[in-house]
């Protein structure tokens, strides 16, 4: 069994666990990175579709200390994202150990140390890592999520999650039905349709429909304006360009897009070309599903269809509470911060070195906010401890 003696252990390879290490390193306070799967940023690397690209402008989306080059596109593309990733893992210096499933992590009062017990999954042999700081990078997406649903366990054709589409080639021809109208339903419901799916996408909730262009407007005014004039004006311009789209099942929430994302993290759908394809009648707009039977589903509207498979753009869930013994201070029962990111400046932050990054629910911008608030702490801390 082999022990390691760490500053700081972080849980998770993804971009929340190597801006982190990113800035830890640029402190020079020593970390290593515990990733489950065989590489960084698996879930852009083997969970995420082809056509897939930021949904913000490049400027939101970097990591500390390295800006997108200024000749990259606006809207970075999924491959262009990933070589990003790699090159800084390699620029600071990212100690990335992949294979490596945390099976605990608990705090020992005594020692003032976490211990952190992981399965090395190509040498099947137990690792057990010590530190002064745990970060937390496992992410909102760890698992992905499937609603229940009376009758799914009997569906006759494919389930999906989301995660595991890459193309709607295998759907040609095919009736689809897409569950969740969020960005990524929405832009899998487009790319089916144009791999000639007959397609249907199931809209639960009210939802913002905006472009790109007015989501990077209206995050270029938050910084001068209230988030309150600022949804105002993007929600005129979303008019402006789709018009009234409740005839065709989709309803836009009572709040604005801004609001709701700094409140409940829900955020707007950026349009691909999803709603000329609604407005066309190319893809259906459904309510919620009530039961399954076969390969018949029926709808809260009464409708009855028949569809040859289902994809769940339905989400993912945090997997924390499953290996983290002590989480309660830190984390809910969903596996989530208690205080959210705009109830407490210090979400980010428990007791006893105990960190989260990667959870405020504002995609990479937030991210990086967490790593380099995270970094400099545990320097502010290791620092006043060595002046005592």
Same mark, same amino acid.
């Given at each position: @069994?082999?022990?390691?003696?760490?500053?700081?252990?972080?849980?998770?390879?993804?971009?929340?666990?190597?801006?982190?290490?990113?800035?830890?390193?640029?402190?020079?306070?020593?970390?290593?990175?515990?990733?489950?799967?065989?590489?960084?940023?698996?879930?852009?690397?083997?969970?995420?579709?082809?056509?897939?690209?930021?949904?913000?402008?490049?400027?939101?989306?970097?990591?500390?200390?390295?800006?997108?080059?200024?000749?990259?596109?606006?809207?970075?593309?999924?491959?262009?994202?990933?070589?990003?990733?790699?090159? $800084?893992?390699?620029?600071?210096?990212?100690?990335?150990?992949?294979?490596?499933?945390?099976?605990?992590?608990?705090?020992?009062?005594?020692?003032?140390?976490?211990?952190?017990?992981?399965?090395?999954?190509?040498?099947?042999?137990?690792?057990?890592?010590?530190?002064?700081?745990?970060?937390?990078?496992?992410?909102?997406?760890?698992?992905?999520?499937?609603?229940?649903?009376?009758?799914?366990? #009997?569906?006759?054709?494919?389930?999906?999650?989301?995660?595991?589409?890459?193309?709607?080639?295998?759907?040609?021809?095919?009736?689809?039905?897409?569950? #969740?109208?969020?960005?990524?339903?929405?832009?899998?419901?487009?790319?089916?349709?144009?791999?000639?799916?007959?397609?249907?996408?199931?809209?639960?909730?009210?939802?913002?429909?905006?472009?790109?262009?007015?989501?990077?407007?209206? @995050?270029?005014?938050?910084? $001068?304006?209230?988030?309150?004039?600022?949804?105002?004006?993007?929600?005129?311009?979303?008019?402006?360009?789709?018009?009234? @789209?409740?005839?065709?099942?989709?309803?836009?929430?009572?709040?604005?897009?801004?609001?709701?994302?700094?409140?409940?993290?829900?955020?707007?759908?950026?349009?691909?070309?999803?709603?000329?394809?609604?407005?066309?009648?190319?893809?259906?707009?459904?309510?919620?599903?009530?039961?399954?039977?076969?390969?018949?589903?029926?709808?809260?509207?009464?409708?009855?269809?028949?569809?040859?498979?289902?994809?769940?753009?339905?989400?993912?869930?945090?997997?924390?509470?499953?290996?983290?013994?002590?989480?309660?201070?830190?984390?809910?029962?969903?596996? @989530?911060?208690?205080?959210?990111?705009?109830?407490?400046?210090? $979400?980010?932050?428990?007791?006893?070195?105990?960190?989260?990054?990667?959870?405020?629910?504002?995609?990479?911008?937030?991210?990086?906010?967490?790593?380099?608030?995270?970094?400099?702490?545990?320097?502010?801390?290791?620092?006043?401890?060595?002046?005592?």
């Amino acid at each position: @069994m082999e022990e390691v003696v760490v500053e700081a252990v972080i849980v998770g390879g993804g971009p929340a666990g190597i801006a982190t290490s990113a800035c830890l390193n640029h402190l020079k306070i020593s970390n290593i990175v515990l990733e489950r799967e065989d590489c960084c940023a698996s879930l852009w690397k083997k969970k995420a579709y082809d056509r897939l690209k930021l949904h913000l402008a490049k400027q939101y989306c970097q990591l500390p200390h390295m800006p997108f080059p200024h000749e990259a596109p606006t809207f970075i593309p999924k491959n262009e994202f990933i070589h990003y990733l790699d090159e $800084y893992v390699s620029r600071f210096d990212v100690f990335l150990r992949c294979n490596r499933n945390v099976e605990s992590a608990f705090y020992d009062s005594n020692g003032s140390k976490w211990t952190v017990v992981t399965r090395n999954t190509i040498l099947e042999v137990c690792e057990v890592y010590f530190a002064k700081f745990l970060v937390v990078a496992s992410g909102e997406n760890s698992q992905g999520y499937v609603p229940q649903i009376h009758g799914l366990d #009997g569906f006759g054709g494919t389930l999906m999650h989301s995660s595991l589409y890459q193309n709607g080639k295998q759907f040609s021809r095919k009736d689809v039905l897409v569950v #969740g109208v969020g960005n990524s339903g929405a832009e899998i419901a487009y790319d089916l349709s144009n791999w000639g799916a007959r397609t249907s996408i199931v809209a639960r909730s009210g939802v913002h429909f905006l472009t790109e262009e007015i989501v990077k407007l209206g @995050m270029f005014l938050l910084k $001068y304006l209230p988030t309150k004039l600022v949804d105002m004006i993007v929600l005129n311009l979303g008019k402006l360009k789709h018009g009234d @789209m409740s005839k065709y099942g989709l309803k836009r929430p009572k709040e604005g897009p801004f609001f709701l994302k700094q409140t409940t993290g829900r955020s707007a759908t950026i349009d691909v070309g999803c709603i000329e394809k609604i407005r066309s009648g190319e893809i259906k707009v459904l309510p919620s599903i009530t039961i399954i039977e076969g390969n018949t589903i029926k709808f809260e509207n009464e409708e009855i269809h028949h569809f040859d498979d289902i994809i769940f753009a339905t989400g993912y869930r945090s997997n924390v509470k499953t290996w983290l013994k002590d989480y309660k201070g830190l984390f809910n029962d969903e596996g @989530m911060p208690k205080q959210r990111c705009f109830e407490s400046k210090y $979400y980010w932050r428990g007791e006893n070195g105990l960190y989260c990054a990667g959870f405020s629910q504002r995609g990479l911008l937030g991210i990086s906010e967490d790593a380099e608030n995270i970094a400099n702490h545990i320097s502010f801390i290791l620092k006043t401890s060595n002046s005592d």
